[in-house]
Every structure is written in C-alpha cells, then in structure tokens.
C-alpha cells in the first residue's frame, strides 16, 4: 500500500523559508513522477513543482510560473523522500501543500493534478505579511 506523508509546513513571515518532506512508503519512485501541489482557502489546487526521477541519477523538474526561482524540488532516493525547498515566501504562497505520486513514467502534464493517483493528507503553511 503506498503511504505518502508530508511534514515541515508551518508559519513564518514573509521572505522566510521552509522545507516541505513527502516520505513514500510502499513506492517505488523510479521512473515516475512526483509533485507538490497546494491549494489555498477557496481556491483550486494547483500544481507547484514535479521531479521525474529516471535511471540512474538522471532527473528533471517542472515548476510553475509563480515559483520559479524560488523554490527547488529535490530527491534523497536512499529515504525515499521529496522535499520542497521554498525561499523568499510570500503571504500568497499561504496554503495546504500536498505530496502526489503517479503509477507510471507516462505523464504528459507534470502539473496538472489529474497526472497522480497517489496523494498525501497535506500540511499546512502560512506565511505572514
């Protein structure tokens, strides 16, 4: 059964950092995809950053408009673990950040959430003006 869990949201003030973790138990991450999205209080979820883990050490991400440069997507495949480094945070980046894992290597829309059928219960940042 594949278990997503994420930790590290919290609050902080704006121009602050945190770093999100999404262990995966249950899953093989070789050749898949895996993401962060997050959805803010009425608002639809959207995605924020996907990481394709290929052989070897190859990998590629994808991020969104709205946080290129400022958060970074990364791998430790000895833990089985995603992070999501966000810097520089605005109080627009203010949501439920959520952990998502696909069944395959064919996903044509790294972000789009439709992509993934895996999914953790999410963690929640705020972040202050």
């Known amino acids: 059964q594949v278990q997503l869990v994420e930790s590290g949201g919290g609050s902080v003030q704006a121009g602050g950092s945190l770093r999100l973790s999404c262990a995966a138990s249950?899953?093989?991450?070789?050749?898949?995809?895996m993401a962060w999205f997050r959805q803010a209080p009425g608002k639809e979820r959207e995605g924020v950053a996907s990481?394709?883990?290929?052989?070897?050490?190859?990998?590629?991400?994808t991020y969104a408009d709205s946080v290129k440069g400022r958060f970074t997507i990364s791998q430790d495949n000895a833990k089985n673990t995603r992070y999501l480094q966000m810097n520089s945070l605005k109080p627009e980046d203010t949501a439920t950040y959520y952990c998502?894992?696909?069944?395959?290597?064919?996903?044509?829309?790294?972000?789009?959430?439709?992509?993934?059928?895996?999914w953790g219960r999410g963690t929640q940042d705020t972040v202050s003006s």
């Open positions: 998502a894992a696909s069944s395959t290597q064919w996903v044509t829309r790294p972000l789009v959430q439709d992509e993934y059928i895996y």
């Open positions: 249950g899953y093989t991450a070789r050749r898949k995809y």
């Open positions: 990481i394709y883990i290929g052989d070897g050490d190859t990998y590629s991400t």
